[in-house]
């Protein structure tokens, strides 16, 4: 099993930028994959950006330019830096762990960017 706590989310104006962080813990030498999600208020959770354990990113295409994900691998911590943020970033994002016994999720962190 694999912990997550997310942290760095709040509230910004649009424009602005924030950065979320993930600290994992437990089995973190299993995990393969590593991504951030989001979830609008009646919308589906959709991938923001992942990065794999051989460093390979991707990014959904709404926030490529924009968003950069990367990862400590000292602190076991995986990072999501957000700039030229829009009030349709609003969400909660949830970061996502995934290793050989299945994805792990942690607690999400709330994102409003107001206009």
């Known amino acids: 099993q694999v912990q997550l706590v997310e942290s760095g989310g709040g509230l910004v104006q649009a424009g602005g930028s924030l950065r979320l962080s993930c600290a994992a813990s437990?089995?973190?030498?299993?995990?393969?994959?590593m991504g951030w999600y989001r979830q609008a208020p009646g919308k589906q959770r959709e991938l923001v950006a992942g990065i794999a354990s051989n460093g390979r990113t991707d990014y959904a295409d709404s926030v490529k330019g924009r968003f950069t994900i990367s990862r400590d691998n000292a602190k076991n911590t995986v990072y999501l830096q957000m700039s030229s943020l829009k009030p349709e970033d609003t969400a909660v994002y949830y970061c996502?762990?995934?290793?050989?016994?299945?994805?792990?999720w942690g607690q999400g962190t709330q994102v409003t960017v107001s206009s």
């Open positions: 437990g089995s973190i030498f299993s995990i393969n994959h």
């Open positions: 996502r762990a995934t290793s050989v016994s299945g994805p792990n």
